[in-house]
């Protein structure tokens, strides 16, 4: 069995390390394309180096612009790049496609058109919000595929109320929760960024934000920054900036200033692993991150309306807080610190990938 798997952007890289592993386990032959969503080393080429992933098969280098700027480039090269697959005899038996990116709408667009039956990663979830160009990515994947792996119960009841359900649904778990388990201690044994930053476990604030309706909407961006900076007078505050947050950073006047604010660039999957499972609280907007701190117990605001991670807050162990003003971000760090959820666990039990490449098999 041959499979073409698309990934482009960060958590893309992180949730194909297990699958890519389960796959080869399988005796599936896999071949990897890359779109260039994502082209910093320290977005991109880190993720392949740390999860041994290999050099993706090929790279169409789509890189940045809007969103019909990108997806155009990105269909393009991988209509081509199937149909080459395709004329050279190793026409893929399954496209698989992870999350709700830009690159996993382009995947779908390219492969269905094509007629290649295509396998969704993280099928299922729902903001409900059509303002997030990711909602709109993955209603229409889950449309056009025909296996959908769902990560949860949840995500499996949001298919059914569209009317998607039987067979071609499947709850095989959260992919994230393999890569975790699989990933952990290799992090506990080589990442070294608790001791290069002076951190003590439990004691900082761990800080993410990326999404567009955060860092392009000038009025939500400020109160997040200047409830950072009033958080950071009292707290460690690390954060790793996204480089969609990097412009607003170069240009905001409390850079810098607060004592305990530590910015710096985005760092590697191991690194990330050891920062999370040891703040105190995290501070994103971030669906990953959102996840992987309710993994690590450690409890989590979300600096958005909405989340498709609804059981992290209905365990307790996260909450929401769209940043209307810094004191609303501010107060809900405050009350996260030193609070806890109950013990659930609705993302399975890090066998997805093998659950995955199992199911590819057997349809
Ligand atoms: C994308 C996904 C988002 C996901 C996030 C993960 C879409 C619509 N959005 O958002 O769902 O949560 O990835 O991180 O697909 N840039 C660089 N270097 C890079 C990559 C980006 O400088 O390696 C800058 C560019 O200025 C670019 C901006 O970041 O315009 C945004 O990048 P883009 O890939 O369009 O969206 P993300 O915000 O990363
Ligand atoms: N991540 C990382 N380095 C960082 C920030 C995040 O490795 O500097 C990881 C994080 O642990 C999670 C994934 O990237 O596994 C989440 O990606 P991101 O927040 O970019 O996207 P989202 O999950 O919101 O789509």
Redesign the pocket.
């Known amino acids: 069995m041959k499979v073409l798997t698309v990934v482009g ?3 893309q890289f992180i949730k194909a390390g297990p699958v890519s592993l389960a796959l080869r386990a399988a005796g599936i032959v896999e071949s990897v394309v890359h779109t260039g ?4 080393a320290a ?2 080429q880190v993720f392949f180096d740390e999860l041994g992933l290999g050099a993706p098969d090929r790279n169409l280098e789509a890189g ?1 612009g809007t ?1 019909a700027e ?1 997806t155009a480039r990105m269909l393009v090269g991988l209509e081509r790049t199937m149909l080459e697959y395709t004329m050279l005899e190793h026409q893929p038996d399954w496209v698989l496609l992870y999350g ?4 996993t709408l382009a995947g779908a667009l390219a492969a269905s058109k094509l007629c290649l039956p295509i396998a969704h990663v993280e099928a299922g979830l729902r903001s409900f919000d059509r303002r997030m ?2 909602e709109i ?1 993955r209603v229409l994947v889950d449309t056009l595929s025909a296996r959908l792996f769902a990560p949860s119960a949840a995500a499996v009841r949001n298919l059914a109320a569209e009317g998607v359900s039987g067979a071609r649904v499947e709850e095989v778990g959260d992919v994230m929760v393999d890569a975790l388990l699989f990933y952990r201690e290799r992090a506990k044994a080589r990442s070294r960024i608790l001791e290069s930053l002076a951190l003590v476990p439990g004691s900082y604030v761990l800080v993410t934000l ?1 999404r ?1 309706e955060n860092t392009d909407d000038p009025e939500r961006l400020a109160n997040l920054l200047s409830g950072v900076a009033r958080i950071a007078e009292n707290h460690v505050v690390v954060w790793p900036v ?3 947050a990097r412009k607003a950073l170069q240009t905001w006047p409390g850079a810098g200033q607060p004592a305990g604010l530590r910015l710096m660039e985005p760092v590697g999957y191991l690194d990330m692993t050891l920062l999370t499972a040891s703040a105190a609280v995290v501070l994103t907007d ?2 990953g991150l959102q996840k992987e701190a309710f993994l690590h117990r450690v409890p989590c605001v979300t600096a958005r309306d909405s989340t498709e991670w609804v059981e992290t807050v209905e365990l307790g162990w996260n909450r929401l807080a769209p940043p209307r003003s810094a004191a609303r971000v501010v107060e809900a760090v405050e009350a996260a610190w030193g609070s806890t959820g109950e013990i659930g666990q609705p993302y399975g039990d890090g066998a997805a990938a093998r659950r995955i490449a199992e199911s590819l098999l057997r349809y």
């Open positions: 952007a960060r958590p969503q994502h082209y910093d977005m991109s940045s969103h990108q709700d990116t830009n690159s160009p990711e990515n990326h567009a996204h480089p969609r971030s669906g």
